[in-house]
């Protein structure tokens, strides 16, 4: 089918915050490459803000995930009745395979790995790619990014220009009439994968030390992180606690003003590293960041067991990162 006849198009993107940040390359380029489509997404109540500030789509649907028959049928026939010219399966997992094996026995170009689709993503290699190299491979097998970069470390990091065009402007509240530099900590993550997060002890040793060097803290996660910031309150009293009073674009606004950030290999930490904050992300041996480390001005620090990474060396790589003139000392 030649790309210029696609009138009409469905992207799939359900999960997680980290994958949903680094697709969002992917999702530039078939906006790029299809200028003149009416592009939906289709995608989770979570994404859903995220996605319609980005200049990627005409329409954000968050019905991906049907609980039961009835909720599936409805999505059956509502994809069915969109007449979708093309379908690019960034999830590409066995809940989109089934999305397309809904849509037989006339399913629409389909860009993906489901079986029987007609652009698959045909690279053994694959699975081992980084997650930006692999999508960006995965849009050359189907058409549409003749000279993808696939090389490992090649593929450009998403861009969040328009989130810091329309996200609120505004800096965490700071004490005193000058405002110091501040550094984000992320220190949540997954609650069925705690072996991903740095103690918090740590995080709160790492504090006094930024502290001590003229750097303020601000604590960003959810509601099931307020526990978190309030034990590292209890070392580091000034630290701020914004945890469960930042959306998605509120965090990316966040990083892009940040002296720094750093966190365990979460999606938070993720948007605030696409929104070109310098990042110090803290992997441990559960994870390969050779497949889903965040880019951009990056520290990547790993360690099989992550309670054994020593504080002197996040701390180290913090001071590498930071910009001329902050942390220097206090004011």
């Not at 809904?102 to 993503?121: D, E, K, Q, T, V």
């Not at 309150?233 to 630290?239: C, S």
């Not at 904050?277 to 067991?305: E, I, M, N």
Request: with cysteine; hydrophobic share 45%.
């Amino acid at each position: 089918m030649a790309r210029r006849t696609v009138e009409k198009v469905l992207v799939i993107k359900l999960s997680a915050l980290g994958d949903f940040v680094l697709a969002l390359a992917a999702m530039k380029k078939i906006r790029q490459a299809h200028p003149k489509a009416h592009i939906s997404l289709l995608t989770t109540p979570a994404f859903e803000g995220l996605a319609k500030a980005s200049p990627y789509f005409n329409a954000v649907f968050t019905d991906g995930r049907p609980e039961g028959f009835p909720q599936w049928m409805a999505l059956r026939k509502r994809l069915r009745a969109a007449t979708y010219g093309r379908v690019y399966d960034l999830q590409t997992s066995a809940h989109s395979n089934r999305i397309f094996q809904l849509l037989r026995p006339h399913p629409p170009a389909w860009s993906g790995i489901a079986l029987g689709c007609s652009l698959p993503h045909k690279n053994p290699l694959r699975n081992q790619m980084h997650t930006l190299e692999r999508q960006a491979d995965q849009l050359m097998y189907a058409g549409i990014w003749p000279d993808a970069p696939t090389a490992p470390g090649s593929a450009p990091p998403p861009d969040l220009s328009w989130v810091l065009a329309t996200g609120p402007g505004e800096r965490p509240p700071a004490g005193g009439v000058r405002p110091k530099p501040y550094v984000m900590f992320v220190p949540g993550g997954s609650a069925h994968r705690p072996e991903k997060r740095w103690p918090v002890d740590k995080y709160g040793e790492l504090a006094r030390i930024l502290y001590a060097r003229g750097l303020d803290v601000v604590i960003i996660g959810g509601p099931q992180e307020t526990a978190l910031a309030q034990a590292m309150q209890r070392q580091v009293p000034r630290a701020r606690d914004l945890t469960n009073r930042t959306d998605f674009a509120r965090i990316a606004v966040l990083g892009a003003k940040a002296a720094l950030a750093i966190g365990n290999d979460t999606g938070p930490l993720h948007l605030a590293a696409a929104a070109g904050a310098p990042t110090v992300v803290l992997f441990s041996g559960a994870s390969d960041p050779a497949l889903s480390a965040p880019r951009g001005k990056v520290a990547v620090l790993q360690a099989q067991k992550l309670s054994e990474l020593p504080v002197a060396k996040v701390a180290q790589a913090a001071a590498t990162l930071l910009p001329a003139g902050a942390g220097a000392g206090a004011p």
